[in-house]
């Protein structure tokens, strides 16, 4: 019992650590993919939306 009790907190504590920082690593990563896009001529994402580009042609 203890030994669950134990994993769960760890498993807890990491999960509150972690929470407000993963929305701002994506966001980060994203950024950078713009970025590493733009400077090689790829087209972003139309509109600004996020999500797969549609370009059939590349």
């Known amino acids: 019992m ?17 929470g407000p920082i993963t ?6 990563r994203r950024i950078d993919r713009e970025l590493r896009n733009a400077e090689q001529g790829r087209p972003g994402h139309p509109e600004g939306r996020p999500g797969r580009s549609l370009d059939l042609a590349a």
Do not use: F, K, Q
């Open 2 to 18: 203890n030994t669950l009790l134990d994993y769960s907190t760890v498993t807890l504590v990491l999960a509150l650590l972690l």
């Open 23 to 28: 929305p701002g690593y994506l966001r980060e």
